[in-house]
């Protein structure tokens, strides 16, 4: 062999070595992608047996390890698709296009558990022409249930009101903010309190129930079912007024008002469960044996049932009807929003459908890999990297700082942090800068890939172009803003509503004698005005969740004070107070609380045209919210004891505070003069 050819076959034996090697890191680098890639990664044949898995994947279907998973799945589309089918049609699409983008399917977990993912598959043949799909899939599920939320409440906002189709309650209103105002109505009024459907099922929970309706007379299948069937009689559709009547079941005094959209009854709202001193007692009994409740059992619960006159009953019902007509108006002004809404959106994918027969080729957003080492370098990128950042080859970009590729260095700075901190992270945003300048927001599934000994040797992860996403997000934002106009609007019309109960108990109040009757009619009328001033400071708040309480007493006690001027001229409030927000579900009743308080200082610490001092204070300590009123009029009678409930309105109290979780402590002052303090649990 001459010495040239020695030397050739030396160049040849040395580029064979160096091709080994790089083609040894090539798969090495592969292997660690696939391994520890956060996506489920995964090699199948087109029959449905896996023959390759990563952990991602197996963590998604509830398997431990890859190798368990492998081992367990004989066949795919029955062990892991919920609908067979679905597998199928995956098939059929790859064998026609070779490829299939996006598609949404329902899996099995190993426990049972449905979920949604949303897969990416290819067709690859090896050398000898055998066919397999490779892909990746991620969870969905999510996604898809927030989805079908609002596709629910689309459909119900936007059908037309003359269909067939039933138009449901429930997806007119926000029950929770429903449930608050029943809860409170109920709390103002002294009734029970209940939204039903047409039919007399329950859709709201119930609002101060008595002991006789809810704990023996609901309790047995007869005497339940007539229940039903009476709200259904009661809640009648009736545009004129209140249905008032005594309950079919019970016999109770109850008032019904229909709320309905577009003249179609779609709920009843219903109240009552009181008596007055005409009904007939006997014949209230005889029906605790027709429904099999122990007699004496039924004559106890009878006696706890509050006593109203049929007078103000038929007030109360009348404030219910205006509350029913608000909502009935509110659900058909929802409906004619959802609409014009709809109409736009439907003109809107109209026009992209139309842009779309133009196009030649159907753009699809491809998730896309890439691999930086430890100096930060990119030294890899997937074919899909370029066309999302519009480069044309891999040697534009193979090389270059992965910080070029970021619209601003602090986002590449804080990715960063972030995975020396958690070692990877998920759907994590951040902007990237395209060949033409141009910005791409995209999300990023990312994680330090490491040698055998731990060594961090670089970062590797998935971009996903979000520019939909954004654009989508955009839109809830401005439907947020508009929704948080409408909540302002609810909270406006309830304190005007309440607002409206207050001057009817008012107008009634003035043809009454003074004495106890009348009080009692102030007292509701405070009672009332403490809610209507929750309602106004969430109406002016940013914050719909919280009221501070030291700004509700400052609003609400001269109010108080004022109703009582013809005996309390000369009494002067002092406020010591500290800021308290508390949420709407507290606000409420400790706004009655305060009210109650206020009210029975006004009513019984001082004599007419006494002079003195009635001081408020509210601050912290500790774990506890410390509300106090302490007056230096005649102080408590000999025989008051700390647990007296002779009154509805220390019943009252006492009842608040127990709802609030508080601690009421009464004392006499030094000196003369009483203190009612509350300590709540923050």
Not at 172 to 188: M, P, V, Y
Not at 366 to 390: E, K
Request: charged fraction near 25%.
């Amino acid at each position: 062999m001459s010495r040239e050819s020695k030397s050739r076959l030396e160049e040849l034996v040395a580029a064979l070595a160096a091709s080994e090697q790089r083609l040894a890191k090539s798969k090495e680098q592969c292997s660690a992608f696939f391994d520890n890639a956060p996506i489920g990664i995964f090699r199948t044949t087109p029959e449905g047996c896996y023959l390759a898995a990563n952990q991602a994947l197996a963590s998604l279907y509830g398997y431990d390890s890859p190798r368990n998973m492998l081992a367990s799945v004989a066949e795919i589309g029955k062990d892991i698709y919920a609908d067979p089918e679905a597998r199928e049609e995956l098939k059929r699409l790859l064998e026609a296009h070779g490829k299939v983008v996006n598609y949404e399917s329902r899996r099995r977990r190993l426990d049972g558990e449905i979920i949604w993912t949303s897969t990416n598959m290819h067709c690859i043949r090896d050398n000898d022409g055998q066919v397999y799909y490779e892909g990746f899939s991620i969870d969905i599920t999510e996604k898809k249930r927030t989805e079908e939320a609002l596709k629910n409440r689309v459909l119900a906002l936007t059908q037309p009101i003359g269909e067939a189709d039933p138009i449901e309650f429930e997806n007119l209103f926000n029950l929770e903010a429903l449930q608050h105002i029943q809860d409170s109505f109920a709390r103002a009024t002294g009734v029970a309190s209940l939204i039903t459907k047409p039919d007399g099922a329950p859709i709201t929970r119930p609002s101060n129930f008595c002991r006789l309706c809810s704990e023996l007379i609901r309790k047995t299948p007869k005497g339940c079912a007539n229940c039903y069937a009476s709200d259904a009689v009661i809640g009648r559709f009736n545009p004129t007024g209140p249905i008032v009547q005594p309950c079919l079941s019970g016999g109770l005094w109850d008032a019904g008002a229909s709320i309905s959209v577009g003249g179609r009854h779609v709920a009843s709202w219903l109240i009552g469960q009181v008596r007055n001193e005409k009904q007939n007692e006997e014949a209230m009994l005889r029906y605790a044996g027709e429904i099999g409740v122990d007699r004496e059992a039924f004559r106890e619960a009878l006696a706890e049932v509050p006593v109203m006159t049929r007078e103000q009953f038929q007030y109360i019902a009348e404030a219910l009807f205006l509350l029913a007509n608000e909502l009935s108006l509110k659900a058909y002004q929802n409906i004619q929003q959802a609409r014009l809404i709809a109409e736009r959106d439907r003109a809107e994918t109209a026009l992209r459908e139309s842009e779309k027969k133009y196009r030649l080729v159907v753009q699809n957003i491809q998730d896309v890999y890439y691999r930086t080492d430890v100096d930060g370098v990119l030294t890899m990128c997937s074919p899909s990297f370029l066309a999302l950042l519009g480069y044309d080859s891999p040697d534009e970009v193979i090389g270059l700082p992965a910080a070029s590729f970021y619209m601003t260095p602090s986002e590449r700075d804080a990715l960063l942090e972030s995975l020396r901190a958690l070692g990877s992270v998920r759907d994590y945003e951040v902007t990237l800068i395209k060949k033409d300048g141009s910005s791409l927001p995209v999300s990023t599934s990312s994680a330090l890939y490491r040698d055998d000994s731990g060594g961090v040797l670089g970062v590797e992860g998935i971009f996903r172009d979000i520019t939909e996403r954004k654009l989508a997000e955009a839109k809830i934002y401005q439907s947020l803003e508009e929704k948080t106009l409408m909540l302002k609007e609810i909270h406006h019309r309830v304190k005007n509503n309440l607002q409206i109960i207050s001057s009817l108990v008012s107008l009634q109040t003035t043809k009454l004698p003074d004495g106890m009757e009348k009080n009692s009619f102030l007292a509701v009328q405070g009672r009332i005005r403490s809610m209507a001033f929750i309602h106004e400071r969430l109406y002016r708040s940013e914050n719909f969740s919280a009221v501070d309480m030291a700004d509700h007493c400052q609003r609400l006690i001269p109010h108080i004070a004022d109703s009582f001027r013809h005996i309390c001229r000369n009494v002067r409030l002092v406020f010591d107070l500290t800021p308290l927000p508390l949420h709407i579900d507290r606000a409420i009743p400790c706004g009655l609380l305060i009210s109650e308080l206020t009210t029975n200082a006004f009513k019984h610490a001082f004599a007419p045209g006494d002079s003195g001092v009635l001081k408020v204070e509210i601050h912290t300590e500790e774990h506890e919210a410390v509300i106090a009123l302490e007056d230096n009029g005649r102080g408590l009678p000999e025989d008051f004891t700390a647990d007296a409930r002779d009154s509805l309105g220390m019943q009252l109290i006492f009842a608040l505070a127990d709802q609030l979780k508080g601690r009421l402590t009464v004392t006499n002052v030094a000196g003369g003069g009483a203190r009612f303090q509350v300590n709540l649990p923050l």
